[in-house]
């Protein structure tokens, strides 16, 4: 299955920025809630995860928003993440890359702060907790885990309802009908959990200060505190 991911991701790496805003009709608020959950003075040198960075969109938006942050980009697809090389190349030794599946690996190095956009729910939802608690053991105390995320509807009824709005507001806005494709091909491979399933796994695994800075149809921003 994580091959399948892989190959998908890598398959769509070039092609992936440009249709971004499109595929997220609420792009800019859904990236915008991720970065406002972050806790901390811009200025401080906080030291940053991005869980499935991708060709490093969320991380761009953390480094801009925290121009001293030291961020750790992991995925398993590792065209995407040469993507993130590029986008990075300027900046230094602020930014790293390591090319590993985070469902299976252990987190390692300590962090203020563990993101993650539109990843975590590929896993399984035993996995997608599994990497809640090893977030919650790598934070330092004040730490935070911010998950931008898609999430599935409450009910059969109502995931298809924003499946369907998704779908229709994506042509609005002028989504390709080949991007939206290869979305939909993606999109085979998700496992999403309900925003109010993942808060609780939150809360029983030690975080605090759960709760959801922002929803929109299948998209989601949700946070908890060390
Ligand atoms: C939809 S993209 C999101 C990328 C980026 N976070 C963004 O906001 O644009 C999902 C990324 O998660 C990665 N991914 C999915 N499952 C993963 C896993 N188990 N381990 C590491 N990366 C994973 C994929 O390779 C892909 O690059």
């Known amino acids: 299955m994580q091959e399948s991911i892989k190959y998908a991701f890598d398959r769509t790496a070039e092609t992936y920025d440009r249709a ?49 942050a030291r961020i750790v980009m992991v995925d398993i697809s590792d065209e995407m993440l040469a993507q993130a090389r590029d986008r990075f190349a300027a900046g230094g030794a602020r930014f790293s890359f390591e090319v590993a599946d985070y469902g299976v690996g252990q987190i390692t190095g300590r ?37 931008a995320d898609q999430v599935r509807g409450e009910t059969p009824a109502l995931e298809a309802r924003n499946h369907a709005m998704w779908l229709k507001r994506a042509r609005e806005i002028g989504a390709s009908e080949p991007d939206l494709r290869a979305a939909l091909e993606r999109m085979k491979f998700d496992r999403t959990a309900t925003v109010a399933e ?9 975080f605090r200060e759960v709760g959801v800075a922002y929803r929109n149809l299948i998209f989601a921003v949700y946070s908890g505190l060390k």
């Open 20 to 68: 971004r805003r499109k595929l997220v009709p609420c792009f800019d608020e859904f990236y915008r809630a991720a970065i406002d959950a972050l806790p901390f003075a811009r200025d401080r040198e906080i030291t940053v995860l991005d869980l499935g960075a991708g060709t490093g969109l969320l991380s761009a938006f953390v480094a801009f928003s925290y121009p001293r």
């Open 111 to 147: 962090y203020d702060a563990v993101v993650s956009a539109l990843s975590i729910h590929h896993l399984a939802d035993e996995q997608k907790r599994a990497v809640y608690a090893q977030a919650y053991a790598a934070l330092n105390e004040g730490g935070i885990l911010v998950n």
């Open 198 to 206: 993942q808060l609780e796994w939150l809360r029983e695994i030690g």
